[in-house]
């Protein structure tokens, strides 16, 4: 019985042994391996009818029917990963139900909720019994507060009739509610419209604007490498459309305005038609970039809908301008013609040239490596001929053109890690992931099912090296069940990237100066952390973009400050460092007595600074210290009659020349409009510390400084006096906008080889440039935050012309 026993048990072991090694074959070419399948639910929206005319009005009886398409979740951009948590958005079956549905899946503990919304699929232009594959649910995360967003495609062409208060829906959550527990991830987390008491928005920003929110379709979410997030959609209809953009401001916890790529109604503006827009917006590479097919409103050619691969990226970290196409030269914005940034044609790899017969819609897709690769993939169909072909252009970087190939099998989706491309689709309704060097079309399997369940399709997300694949099963009614597929893509996690963006490089600034230390940082993962280091030791920490620290350094001496972001593996990079030189700002001893009640303005700024002796570039700023004989009690009543918001000042009082200053005034200089300023304060020392420091705002001369009075004991006695300026000319150069959103434009009209410098409200030095002509153009972003700034431009002779801008 024994030896029995053991033989039957070595017999299981072995046929186990093999069942394994066979499921190991069937799902996993090398390294790539399917983690997890996850049942989501079997009650998604299907719809199970007729495929019926957009004029048709009966409901059916038997079924649900459509105009467009059958499946409607998964669809659209219903998926994304935030941490260890997995979002994914549907709509619940059956026909009568149709609540919107977001459930949320733990990949640490295997838990799973759903939240379910009490607004419904609204179905063909309101007609609910009529199916509506476009009304998609687009989902997305702030990595910066935690907050869920979900965008709805309406197709609303209109705000009137069923859509008169539904033209636009958005819903959003409180902070934070993105990883809550599973208890508490509950409606309640979310914000409802305070118009309607429900959670549909008509509106991003708070105010409904029918005529800025109306008319969006195809909602997309996507992040930058700082973790921002911005929501892309089309504006406009299927046959004059723009592709618009929009990001949030997880510290204000506000949206802005929503930004066209490309023009409206440009059959008027030189086009031959009016064309929309069929793509999609992504950060990749560091850039914003879009990819694109065009659908012209033509009707007599042989494109039944779109036509064309087109791709161009903006050099304006916000995308507000700048914009290229592939071979890096400038294109209008908002882009008129579309040949600005054509690719290439798919209508030239099929033989039909009769009307109607080319159809280019599905299938289109494009990424670009680390270093710069590009590669799209596009499908063309011959109708006249029954030909379909899959296309994959790409172009390797530094290369002056595409290449572009029919040998290739198809895919549904692109991903990039590091210069590896991935091409992941279904292959006989099971899953494929294809791998190419970038720059290449040297395409190999890393991963095919050939056992388990099969789906009729699915949408890719991929993050932290791994693929999820929300994926639709089979059924035969109106409702259908769901899966999520997690397959390990086997990707060596890189070190994160990592760079110091301020301070500036060998700034000098005085003792108790406050500085914002601010680092880029990104990962192909996720960045868990950036340690910022002052002199090689550890000073403070940031887990969320932007990511920024202040520092205020109280003793002289030379300082090095870098910054060391780690991913979630623990893997670290070091920031380059910059240097901050910290040190005594030299002062002039100017002795006077209590008796002469001195006007220390006057003292300060009489006479001609055009030397500069006076005044320092670096922002305007000077300090002076003045030796009253003795210690004296001191009282102030006001400073400068008229000074305008930009000029700020420090009043500082001590019993010895150089140390041990006490503000007894820290005027910022931010009142909106010229106005007395008044300070009243009390105090003891000998030694009176002057700063005055910023700029202003003027129209020509600058503006004189007419009374600074100090009051010491015993004494009531004041006198005034006029300071002498550089004149400075602002009748040459030019700022616009301004204010400004985004991207501003100095124009320096016929000045040639100038200077420009570029000053920020703490008499920073942001911004310079050196034998500048004719025009620059800039953008807020890392380096121009909203604020205030001096513009400052020197010619060859000498004389300096002065702009204020005002970023919001």
């Known amino acids: 019985m024994k030896n029995n026993f053991f033989t039957q048990f070595s017999k299981v072991c072995q046929i186990l042994i093999g069942l394994m090694s066979l499921l190991i074959s069937n799902v996993s070419m090398g390294q790539v391996t399917l983690e997890n399948e996850v049942s989501i639910t079997n009650q998604a929206l299907y719809f199970d009818g007729n495929k019926v005319s957009i004029n048709h009005t009966a409901n059916s009886t038997t079924g649900y029917d459509y105009v467009y398409g059958s499946a409607l979740t998964p669809h659209g951009d219903c998926i994304k990963t935030y941490k260890h948590y997995v979002f994914m958005t549907w709509y619940k079956g059956g026909k009568t139900e149709r609540y919107v549905m977001l459930t949320r899946y733990n990949t640490q503990t295997g838990s799973m909720k759903t939240i379910q919304f009490p607004h419904q699929h609204t179905g063909y232009n309101g007609k609910w019994w009529l199916g509506e594959t476009h009304n998609t649910i687009a989902v997305g995360i702030s990595p910066i507060n935690g907050t869920i967003h979900l965008a709805y495609d309406m197709h609303a062409y209109s705000n009137s009739g069923s859509f008169v208060n539904d033209y636009f829906r958005y819903s959003y959550s409180v902070p934070n509610a993105a990883e809550v527990s599973d208890t508490e991830f509950t409606l309640s987390k979310f914000v409802k419209d305070p118009a309607d008491g429900d959670y549909k928005h008509c509106t991003m920003d708070g105010v409904r604007d029918a005529s800025h929110y109306s008319k969006f379709t195809y909602p997309k979410f996507f992040l930058n490498d700082q973790g921002d997030l911005f929501l892309t959609m089309r504006k406009g209809t299927s046959h004059d459309g723009a592709q618009a953009f929009i990001k949030y401001d997880a510290s204000q916890q506000k949206w802005g305005r929503f930004k066209t790529f490309n023009a409206l109604g440009t059959g008027s503006k030189g086009e031959t038609h009016n064309w929309s827009i069929y793509g999609s917006m992504k950060y990749v590479d560091g850039k914003m970039r879009i990819g694109f097919q065009r659908r012209l409103k033509d009707g007599t050619d042989k494109y039944k809908y779109q036509n064309g691969v087109y791709y161009a990226y903006s050099d304006d970290p916000t995308g507000a301008s700048q914009w290229k196409n592939h071979k890096g030269q400038s294109i209008t914005f908002p882009l008129v013609k579309a040949e600005e940034a054509i690719v290439y044609e798919p209508g030239d790899y099929v033989q039909t040239v009769a009307r109607n017969m080319v159809y280019i819609v599905s299938g289109f897709d494009w990424t670009v490596t680390d270093r710069g690769d590009v590669h799209i993939i596009s499908k063309v169909r011959d109708d006249e001929n029954n030909v379909t072909k899959y296309i994959h252009s790409y172009k390797p970087a530094g290369a002056s053109n595409f290449t572009v190939t029919t040998n290739f099998n198809g895919a549904d989706a692109l991903y990039t890690s590091g210069n590896d491309v991935y091409m992941i689709g279904l292959s006989g309704g099971r899953v494929f992931v294809d791998k190419l060097e970038g720059g290449t079309n040297n395409i190999t399997n890393v991963y095919k099912a050939t056992s388990g369940m099969t789906f009729t399709k699915g949408i890719v997300h991929i993050n932290d090296g791994k693929l999820y694949y929300y994926l639709k099963g089979n059924d035969s009614d109106d409702t259908h069940p769901t899966y999520l597929q997690i397959i390990d893509l086997d990707i060596q996690n890189a070190p994160p990237v990592v760079s110091m963006t301020a301070p500036s490089n060998n700034l000098t600034v005085e003792p108790g100066t406050t500085l914002t230390l601010t680092a880029n940082a990104s990962d192909d993962q996720a960045v868990s952390k950036v340690n910022f280091r002052v002199n090689n030791a550890f000073y403070k920490q940031d887990k969320t973009a932007p990511y920024s620290v202040t520092w205020t350094p109280t003793s002289t001496g030379t300082y090095t400050i870098d910054a060391v972001a780690y991913d979630e593996d623990g893997q670290s990079t070091i920031a380059s460092s910059v240097t901050v030189n910290v040190q005594s700002v030299n002062v002039t001893i100017e002795s006077v007595t209590a008796e002469q009640s001195p006007n220390l303005a006057t003292n300060l700024l009489d006479g001609d600074v055009s030397d500069d002796s006076r005044w320092s570039a670096e922002g305007f700023s000077k300090t002076v210290v003045f030796d009253l004989g003795s210690t004296q009690n001191i009282t102030g009543t006001k ?105 501003f434009t100095i124009d320096l009209g016929d000045i040639e080889n100038a200077d420009l410098l570029i000053y920020n409200m703490n008499g920073q030095k942001v911004y310079q440039g050196s034998n500048v002509t004719q025009q620059v153009q800039l953008s807020k972003g890392t380096t121009f935050d909203a604020g205030i700034y001096l513009i400052k431009v020197i010619d060859q002779e000498g004389n300096h012309y002065d702009k204020k801008l005002m970023i919001k």
Do not use: C
Request: avoid cysteine.
């Open 639 to 743: 400073m400068w009659t008229y000074l305008d918001r930009a000029y700020q000042y420090r009043i500082r009082v001590s019993n010895s020349a150089s140390t041990g200053f006490n503000t007894v005034v820290d005027q910022t200089g931010n009142t909106s409009t010229a106005q007395p300023l008044t300070d009243n304060f009390n105090a003891t020392g000998r030694y009176v510390k002057l700063i005055v420091e910023g700029a202003h705002n003027y129209t020509g001369d600058w503006v004189s400084i007419n009374e600074f009075e100090i009051l010491t004991s015993g004494s009531s006695s004041s006198r005034q006096g006029n300071a002498s300026f550089i004149e400075n000319k602002t009748s040459v150069v030019t700022v616009y906008p301004n204010p400004s959103n985004g991207a």
